[in-house]
């Protein structure tokens, strides 16, 4: 046993830069195997690789961006479910407010909308009046389209949930731009990935300097690619375990205290997410196309032609008689239902007046921290978890393979070396 252990110090001596740069080898292994699963998450974005009659063969889309209809539906319940309700959205705008800040482009519009439907319906009538009789029937209609818009807007507020479908404005947007989809996730969890990163780097080392001692006493070629695969799959499946449990912090041997990376980042994630999301997917621009142009639309449409009704009643009740003998009973009912269209057409262009103002007031980023806030640590890992849990399993199976296939070459150097 002396003469065995003697022999072994006497190798190491002889090869000690070769055999040192097992662990280091290892480590990188460890290193790099993560950083490729990383990659695997999010890249590419479209699927690469080889197709036959239009079915995937061999290649490779990013799980995230593959699983997009689904990871965006999953993260749109997180956030409708959980974090933020249509009526959060829109529940603070004032119609008023929002009625003054567009009163210039929406008078501009209404002049429009007045002259296009007299031309339309009555060309010769309205061509023969006096510019000055055009521009009182034009001022009178425009005096009462701010409070018109301000009513149609009331009526949104009363019934968010008719006409603003948030769930289907927000898995379209992730759905569409899945480069938008993985920031999400990255963002939620960029120091997580760092941390698998780096864990990888430690633990690899660490179980390299075993390699080393297990490799010194036997030396026998199949122990580089196990090693290699186990340090792929261990640090992994270690990395994964550590980002999310223990869900609540635990003490070790009373020596030091773990709790999940992602939970206990809690605060930070929160920031980061909701900062995101405001900017990017629950904006007063894609709000305005939501409720505008959105599958609901056509109920908005309907609140606009109530408006448009009421007003005629108002303002020309004692003339009603008159337009309808003038244009017809049918026509009179085409001439509401044109003036609604334009109404509609032209409002996403006059609306953007109102996007600073409206960010200001919806505040969706300090909205939905608070509601973070609220989350149980169940429902706080659904924010990041779906995009590991969906096919972790290809993950650390590519690291150990990785890992094994780089324990091969390995093995091959050392021999060659020694």
Not at 51 to 65: A, D, E, F, S, T
Not at 259 to 265: A, I, T
Not at 272 to 297: D, F, M, Q, W
Request: with cysteine; proline share 5%; charged share 25%.
């Amino acid at each position: 046993m002396g003469d065995y252990l003697v022999a072994i110090a006497d190798d190491f001596a002889r090869h000690w830069p070769v055999y040192c740069s097992i662990p280091v080898v290892a480590a990188l292994i460890g290193y790099v195997t993560k950083l490729v699963a990383i990659r695997m998450m999010f890249q590419p974005l479209e699927y690469v690789g080889l197709k036959v009659r239009r079915k995937r063969v061999l290649g490779w889309q990013g799980i995230v961006p593959k699983r997009a209809a689904r990871m965006a539906s999953i993260a749109c319940d997180t956030m409708t479910e959980q974090l933020i309700k249509p009526k959060d959205v829109v529940e603070r705008l004032d119609p008023a407010r929002i009625a003054a800040e567009i009163e210039k482009p929406l008078l501009e519009a209404t002049d429009e909308i007045v002259r296009a439907i007299a031309a339309e319906y009555q060309p010769g009538l309205w061509e023969s009046l006096p510019n000055r009789v055009q521009r009182l029937v034009i001022s009178r209609v425009q005096a009462e389209t701010p409070r018109m818009v301000a009513g149609v807007l009331t009526a949104i507020k009363g019934d968010v949930e008719s006409v603003f479908d948030l769930k289907d404005m927000v898995v379209t947007s992730l759905v569409k731009d899945k480069a938008l989809l993985n920031r999400i996730f990255r963002e939620a969890g960029r120091e997580e990935f760092r941390f698998i990163a780096r864990s990888g780097l430690v633990f690899g080392g660490l179980i390299g300097i075993v390699q080393l001692i297990v490799w010194l006493l036997f030396k026998v070629p199949i122990i580089m690619p196990l090693f290699g695969l186990f340090i792929g799959w261990f640090t992994d499946w270690l990395a994964l375990k550590m980002i999310f449990y223990p869900k609540r912090p635990v003490r070790y041997l009373g020596l030091f205290e773990w709790q999940g990376l992602f939970l206990k980042r809690r605060q930070e994630v929160s920031a980061a997410y909701a900062a995101l999301i405001a900017k990017e997917i629950i904006t007063p621009h894609n709000v305005i196309e939501a409720v505008l142009r959105g599958p609901l639309s056509d109920k908005v449409v309907g609140l606009i032609q109530r408006q448009v009704d009421d007003e005629l009643a108002k303002q020309a009740s004692f003339a009603k008689p008159l337009v309808v003998m003038a244009v017809g009973s049918r026509r009179y009912q085409e001439m509401k239902l044109r003036i609604s269209e334009l109404i509609m057409a032209r409002l996403p262009e006059t609306m953007s007046y109102v996007e600073d103002y409206a960010e200001d007031a919806m505040d969706i980023r300090n909205t939905l921290v608070a509601k973070m806030k609220e989350l149980d640590v169940d429902e706080f890992e659904g924010l990041l978890r779906p995009a590991f849990q969906q096919d972790e399993w290809i993950l650390i199976l590519t690291g150990a393979l990785l890992g094994a296939l780089c324990g091969e070459l390995q093995v091959q150097v050392v021999l060659h070396l020694t």
